[in-house]
């Protein structure tokens, strides 16, 4: 109730202002116009310098009413003309001709006009009007409207304390039940309707609220066991996972990228070879979070603490083509992608891993970068069995080309012999075949 009532003391003071203001504004605008009017009318005269013509047009200010003074100024600012008798308290000074002045002085308003002829000055009126009677007649409106307002309020003030025990209160009950249920969350609660009326309206609704918060609370902390058993079921699989897992934060990191793409990066790759230490600033922005008995296991660490800061140091250690494919890939937004690295671990051996990235999605989603999963993998054997196969594939072909080097010489050493016996009987032929003929012609000759 004390709200209604400083609105309506507040209305009423606004409403009261604005009225003044308006009065005012009405007064200074009725001034100006009164002021314009008799400029006109003494135009003629400033132009011919007819003082007699002015006086005549001033004298007729009697009809006008409260009107103090009134005095004509020529183009120079010499008083050519004055109606009325004011005093020198207040006037303003002929050399202001020029301007418009408007000035509520005491209970007066001062008004100077420039009188214009084609856009020039060719003389001023000065004005001095009462507003006592204006105000009195004020006062007296606001003195009605007090009353007015008055008799209202009182009128309300009865009607709201009959009104009270029929209203007030089922409020107050409501509102002690409220903040009831804000200290205990008793979702039991129910409220007595005592009348088919709003406000009875009103407790229905309250009740029926109760029972959706009741059934809410009930499912929410079905949703909240349900999240809590799977958060401890991925928990327990990735401590226990047999394959090496961390998580990392790469939010920073992306939005270091957006920065980036606003001062105009588009090639990454490039961007990373050119400005190998951008590749260092965009490595010491991934933060790793967590990291499994098998990393730890694998990378021969005792505590989380203690991998943690060397996964950091290691990646702020060197700049390989590995990161920087890790980073563009990231900058491309790719969801899925793996790598193999070959680092000393604290076993005091080489060792080969192989590193998997994957960032989560589910779909139409955008990528989570806050929770990252990397997983990590011994490879070494592989790598082993592999290098092995490669010495053994080379010594196989060395030794093939050694044997097909002497099986090469061999042949061609076979063949030079072949061609020897071959053109031996071919000559062989000949002188047969030559003794054939010699044996005929000499038959012939005999």
């Not at 400029?39 to 009809?63: F, T």
């Not at 207040?90 to 001062?110: A, C, P, T, Y």
Request: charged letters at 30%; a positive charge; aromatic letters at 8%.
């Amino acid at each position: 109730m004390s709200v209604t009532f400083s609105s309506v003391i507040s209305g009423f003071i606004l409403f009261t202002y604005y009225y003044v203001k308006s009065y005012k504004t009405s007064i200074e605008k009725n001034t100006k116009l009164e002021a314009l009017f008799m400029g006109q009318l003494c135009k003629p005269g400033l132009l011919v310098q007819d003082r007699s013509h002015v006086k005549n047009h001033v004298s007729n200010l009697e009809l006008f009413p409260n009107i103090r003074l009134c005095k004509v100024f020529d183009e120079k600012g010499l008083e050519i003309a004055q109606y009325g008798n004011f005093g020198d308290d207040g006037i303003v000074e002929n050399h202001q001709i020029q301007n418009v002045i408007s000035k509520f002085i005491n209970d007066n308003l001062h008004v100077m006009m420039p009188i214009n002829n084609n856009g020039t000055v060719i003389g001023a009126i000065y004005i001095i009007k009462e507003i006592t009677p204006i105000r009195n007649q004020i006062r007296r409106h606001l003195v009605t409207m007090v009353l007015i307002l008055g008799v209202i309020l009182t009128i309300s003030l009865l009607f709201a304390i009959r009104m009270q025990k029929g209203i007030s209160k089922p409020i107050l009950s409501l509102k002690n039940a409220v903040e009831d249920l804000t200290k205990t969350s008793n979702f039991k609660l129910t409220l007595r309707k005592h009348d088919d009326d709003e406000i009875g309206d009103l407790v229905d609704g309250f009740n029926i609220m109760i029972r959706e918060l009741d059934n809410r609370q009930k499912n929410q902390q079905r949703v909240t066991k349900s999240l809590t058993l799977n958060q401890k079921r991925y928990e327990l699989l990735f401590e226990e996972s047999p394959i090496g897992l961390w998580e990392e934060d790469f939010t920073e990191l992306i939005e270091y990228y957006s920065i980036l793409k606003k001062t105009g990066v588009k090639d990454f790759r490039a961007y990373f070879i050119e400005n190998p230490e951008k590749v260092l600033i965009c490595l010491s922005k991934i933060k790793v979070l967590n990291v499994n008995k098998s990393a730890l296991k694998l990378f021969g660490f005792k505590k989380k603490e203690d991998m943690i800061g060397e996964l950091i140091k290691t990646s702020k250690s060197e700049i390989s083509e590995k990161y920087i494919d890790e980073l563009v890939a990231i900058a491309d937004g790719n969801t899925n992608f793996d790598f193999e690295i070959k680092t000393a671990t604290r076993k005091q051996r080489i060792e080969y891993i192989h590193v998997w990235f994957n960032f989560g999605r589910l779909p139409d989603q955008k990528i989570d970068y806050a929770r990252v999963i990397v997983a990590a993998s011994d490879i070494t054997d592989r790598k082993n069995i592999e290098y092995r196969q490669k010495q053994l594939k080379e010594k196989l072909e060395k030794d093939a080309a050694e044997i097909n080097k002497t099986l090469k010489e061999k042949n061609e050493r076979l063949e030079g012999y072949m061609n020897l016996f071959t053109g031996r009987e071919y000559r062989i032929k000949e002188l047969r075949d030559e003794v054939k003929e010699l044996r005929r012609k000499l038959s012939e000759l005999n």
